[in-house]
């Protein structure tokens, strides 16, 4: 759906970066990334669709400085909203009713 309206996905997954090229092949609107900070810089927000060790403890001022817009979606709830929300960033998290 992000593609159909557009957008351009740079992704980083530690476990799943061989099927994703599998999967999806050469696209000029999908970068897979080495590592989860390449995976951020310059966009334009950052999704959370996995739960893995070491997306748990992140650098919140890493994330806003490297967002060209802070928001993250996070489709895990991984994160506590006024912990995210104290570090700047704009915080959606999926599934968890609204403060």
């Known amino acids: 759906a992000l593609w159909a309206e557009g957008a351009k ?8 970066m061989n099927e994703a090229q599998t999967i999806f092949g050469q696209r000029d609107d999908l970068m897979l990334c080495g590592t989860k900070e390449a995976a951020l810089r310059g966009a334009d927000a950052l999704l959370i669709a ?5 997306f748990r403890a992140p650098s919140f001022e890493l994330i806003r400085e490297q967002l060209s817009t802070p928001v993250v ?27």
Do not use: M
């Open 9 to 16: 996905v740079q992704a980083y997954d530690p476990e799943a």
């Open 50 to 54: 996995t739960e893995w060790k070491n």
């Open 73 to 99: 979606f996070d489709g895990r709830n991984l994160y506590d909203p006024a912990v995210v929300a104290r570090h700047g960033l704009n915080y959606v998290s999926i599934g968890r009713k609204a403060a």
